[in-house]
Structure formats: C-alpha cells, structure tokens
C-alpha cells in the first residue's frame, strides 16, 4: 500500500483572517482508504478537502498526492487525476447527462466510442437507466439523481482519488441512505482513496473506514470508528459521540418503548 | 385605400429600398454593439474600479436623446449613414452591455469551481460554462437593443442616413396621412418580427431549462 495524501504541517490562513482556517495539520492517507473528515461548519473540513487539488493553495507546509509535491504539479493537469463532488452538485444545466459526464474523457481526447461506452457504464453504476437517463437535462433530474449524476461525472476519467464535499448534505434522509450505501459499494469495488467531508456523524461513522475529527482548524482524533466511539482522545471528541449516541439511543427507546406516548 | 395602392404600384422599388436600408442600419449598430457591448461587459464583472468607470461613461451616453447625439455629430462627421450609426450604436450599448454583465454575474461561483475542479484551464471554463450559461441573459440584452434601434433608425432619416424614416418626413411635409401610415407600421412590424425571431431563438438556447 502507498501514501495517496499526506499532509506536513499545513497550515491556510485566508487574507484579512485573525486566524488561520488549517492550522498545523499533518496527516497521511493510504491508498483505497474511504477517509470520512467530521467538523461542525468553519472547522476548516472543506479548506483542507479543496487545499487537496489546490483550489486553495496553503500558507505553509507541504501536501503530496500520491507522493508527489502538489506545488511543484500544473494544477490543471493534478485536477484532472482527481475526482470533485461538492454538495450544490454543480452540473452544467445547458449540457445533457451524457455531456455532463463526459466532460474529463472530451478534455483528456478520449474517442467517441470510449465515451459513449462509459457514459453507460457508469450509468449503470449508479442505478440509472443509460437509456433514459443519458440525454436529458439536468433540470429533468430529481435531486438524488443528479448527484448520481455528479458522481458519475468524477468518477469519469477514473480518477484514483476522488474528494466529496458534503455531497449528500441536501438529499433527503431516505435517498441520503440510498445513496451512501451505493458510495460504499463503488468504494469496495473500485479500491479508489475517497475523502469525504461531512457534518452528519452517523455519516462520518458509518461511511469512513477512519474518520478525521475537525474542530477550529486542527484534527482532534483521526481512527478508525470503532475507536473514535470506544476511545475519544479528548473532550470535544468525546462530547461530540456522547451526544450522538444519547440521541440515537433516545429514538430507539422511543421506537421499541412500551407504549405510545401521543 | 386608393392612395395606398397608388403608393404601392408606383413606389415599391423606393419601399423596398427603405426597408433594406433601415435593416441595414438597425443591423450594423446592433453588431457594433455587441462587439463593444459583450467584452465592455464581460470587463465590468472582472473589476469593480473598471466596472464602476464603464457603467458611468455608458450612463452618461445613454442620457443624451439619440435626436440630440444625431444632431451633435453633425458639425464633427458630416450628414449622412456614418453618425447615425454612431448614434444608434451608443444608444444599443447600455442594453447589451448591462445585461452581459447580469448574464456573467449569475453564474454561480460553485459552478465555476466544479469546471476548475474536473481540470479545465481558465480558457475553457470561459468558453464552456460561463459564455453558455450567461449567453441567454446576452440575447436578452440583443433583443432589447435591436427593437429600440429599429425605431429610433427612424429619427436617422433627419439627418440623411435613408431608412423608413425618410417616407415619414416625407409625410409629415407633404401632408400625406398615407406615408406617414405605411412608414409607421413598416416600423412596427419591423420591431414586432425581429422581436419574434430572436426570442424564438432564444428559447432554442434555453430549451435546457425545464
């Protein structure tokens, strides 16, 4: 197994800042792990996730993507490697579903016939239909299916680290399960590095084969679940899984308690 | 009815005339106006000093009466097509400038950072997302140009640019009600089909939206 993401002692603060978004954050990512990071908003999850494919470039310390310096990488050309979904799914709305996923293969040159061909397959992938889903629009799209969509189309070129950006945050919870458990599934079957940004814990937990906790800029605990709920390296940590398991126990009590209370 | 048809049988060639010189015109300010209107608009979303300076120097121009730029331009170019389509182009620049910049403005910064992220150059970007989703929202801006220059052509004619203008003030000093009429509603229609035939056109670019 090699490194697919390392990060040395990165910091980003964005100008006119008191303090930085990322603050000393060293880390590094094996390859075919499915990393989930955990943060409330403004912890600094999504700068780290974007500092990755340099879309934001950071104020000090160094980040490798498969062993090699980003800085010193064309950002274009280490974006095109690297598959991006982000929450507001972000598809071209004047472009079919076809044109949508096929936009990384047309930059790359791929052939027509290859393109068709993995539009389907990756149709398919993702529980659409080729033949009635490949030439309509976005706008004819439900919300779950169009972020099927979204990650069809960073999965495209068949990039071997793709980057999720809360990309189920605005699904609802029912298609938000449907859909996780499809991202497993494509996780296991294609042994891709996944980092995946969330705020939703039972997402972080039940996604991450580890799972990165964020809080004001720096990582609390980085572990696999099981460990993260057995052994909360510090406060904020252990706040944060007690809460969600008095949560989950309430609704459980209240699903398998003796009677109704309405 | 008569004199209509008088009109007609015996002018059709100098009608005609009148309505291709009025295209013509209307045609080449309208496309002059893009071709300043669309990269002074495009100018104004990347910088808000640029911005600011171009909304104020178009405002400006947009002030002044077309009636009184055609008469300002005589004593500097002369008579004649060339300061009437001056005067027409600056009045068609506001409509498509502004809403270049509305249509630019409206694409999402999410939608821009998706393009950068799946690895296109800022050329690309440009030329793929951002010219298409703001194209619609320029059409716009073409429409409303080309239908108030293909009436305002008509005050061209005071200063001997041609077009139907010219058979109005024909009218209006011969006092025949029948030119008059038959320039008016050439205007009109001009202004009616031109309207349809653009919007026609921008639904087929909108035919995305559902």
Known sequence: ?262 | MQPYINYFSSHMQDYLGMVGQHLLLSFISVTLAVVIGVPFGILTTRSKKASRFITTVFSTLRIIPSLAILVLLIPVMGIGMKPALVALTVLAIPPVLINTALGFRQVEDFMVEVARAMGMDERTVFLKVKLPLAFPYIMTGIKTAASEIIASATLAAYIGSGGLGVLIYNGISMMKTEYLLIGGVSVAVLTIVCNLLLGSAQKKVLRYRA
């Open chain 1, 1 to 262: 197994m090699s490194t697919a993401v390392e990060f040395i002692h990165v910091s980003k603060r964005f100008e006119d800042a008191a303090s930085d978004a990322v603050e000393d954050v060293s880390f590094s990512i094996e390859e075919g792990e499915l990393v989930t990071i955990l943060g409330t908003s403004g912890c600094g999850k999504t700068t780290l996730l974007r500092m990755v494919n340099s879309l934001i470039r950071p104020s000090a310390g160094s980040i490798k993507v498969f062993d090699k310096d980003i800085s010193s990488t064309y950002p274009v050309e280490l974006r095109r490697q690297i598959g991006y979904v982000i929450q507001q799914i972000g598809l071209f709305p004047h472009m079919t579903v076809r044109h949508n996923i096929a936009t990384v293969p047309k930059i790359l040159g791929w052939s027509k016939d290859k393109i068709d061909a993995r539009v389907d397959e990756l149709l398919e992938m993702v529980n659409l239909a080729p033949d009635e889903f490949r030439d309509r629009y976005p706008s004819q799209l439900s919300g779950g299916q169009q972020q099927r969509i979204g990650l069809a189309r960073a999965l495209a070129a068949d990039p071997k680290l793709m980057l999720l950006d809360e990309p189920f945050g605005a699904i609802d919870a029912i298609n938000r399960t449907v859909l996780q458990d499809e991202l497993i599934n494509i996780h296991q079957k294609s042994r891709k590095t996944f980092l995946f940004v969330t705020h939703d814990i039972l997402e972080a937990l039940k996604l991450g084969t580890r799972v990165m906790v964020m809080d004001k800029g720096s990582i609390r605990q980085f572990d696999t679940p099981s460990e993260i709920l057995k052994n909360p390296a510090d406060d904020y940590v252990k706040q944060l899984m007690d809460s969600f398991r008095q949560g989950f126990a309430f609704a459980l009590e209240r699903g398998m308690g003796p009677g109704e209370q309405r």
